[in-house]
């Protein structure tokens, strides 16, 4: 399943979102508690520092993206998943490249359903995409 979720630009602490049909927050308590619970295993920040791969078996959620500004951070909610052990402070401080200035992921919540939060403060101007793979989430960042 490839669904693009979102797709935004940050400029000059403008936000121009394109969001497909139904609400970010139209989640409801049945659809949460349907989610099976999953732990992120790694991620890596693909050569070029555009593409970040999250990995995260049987992940069944759906992502959700927002777009802050100052600093300007891409901040990716992925529910139902379990921060787990699988990356270290070492892997996620080598994303500073590219576009990314600084990251950081960490478990926003445990109840009622497991949530952990991707932070990434990024460059004016970046444009996000996220989408869902079989095993995980992409986070795409294009200057």
């Known amino acids: 399943m490839n669904a693009r979720l979102s797709s935004m630009l940050v400029a000059g602490g403008v936000v121009l979102a394109a969001i497909p049909s139904g609400s970010l927050f139209a989640a ?60 270290t402070r070492k892997e996620i401080a080598a994303f500073t490249r590219g576009v990314i200035h600084k990251s950081r992921i960490a478990q926003f919540a445990t109840e009622p359903l497991p949530i952990t939060r991707v932070v ?24």
């Open 28 to 87: 409801s308590s049945e659809r949460e508690a349907s989610v099976a619970v999953s732990t992120l295993q790694g991620a890596v920040l693909e050569a070029n520092g555009t593409v970040l791969n999250l990995a995260i078996p049987n992940f069944s959620g759906q992502p959700r993206l927002q777009v802050l500004a100052s600093p300007h951070r891409v901040v990716l909610d992925l529910p139902g998943v379990n921060r787990g052990t699988g990356v």
């Open 120 to 143: 990434l403060e990024v460059a004016n101007g970046t444009q996000v995409a996220v989408s869902t793979q079989e095993g995980g989430v992409r986070l795409t960042l294009e200057p």
